[in-house]
């Protein structure tokens, strides 16, 4: 059992900044890849910024150079931090995990959270 959890939303206005945590908990033998998602009303999920177990991060061109992901491997979480925030980024926001549940297969899994609301407006 795998359990994904976002905290860290909520209502900010433009400019302003917020920082999302993600934290993954239960049988978890490796903790790989992890992303931040989102999807706002009418419109399709879409990748914001992942992070390789390695560190290797990728971001969606839409938030190059203002968001910024990190990951705390003792802690087995990620985080978003969200700077210089914008209306268009206002958005429910997902965490996904991917995730090996045992010694004896190699198997990965994903997990994904039940999401946090982003709200960016005066």
């Known amino acids: 059992q795998v359990q994904v959890v976002e905290s860290g939303g909520g209502l900010v206005q433009p400019g302003g900044s917020l920082r999302l945590s993600c934290a993954v908990s239960g049988s978890i033998f490796s903790l790989n890849a992890m992303g931040w998602y989102r999807q706002a009303p009418g419109k399709e999920r879409e990748l914001v910024a992942t992070v390789s177990s390695g560190g290797t991060t990728n971001y969606a061109d839409s938030v190059k150079g203002r968001f910024t992901i990190s990951r705390d491997n003792i802690k087995n979480m990620t985080n978003l931090q969200m700077n210089s925030l914008k209306p268009d980024d206002t958005a429910m926001y997902y965490c996904?995990?991917?995730?090996?549940?045992?010694?004896?297969?190699?198997?990965?899994?994903?997990?994904w959270g039940q999401g946090t609301q982003v709200t960016v407006s005066s």
């Open positions: 996904k995990a991917n995730v090996r549940r045992s010694a004896w297969y190699v198997r990965e899994s994903e997990y």
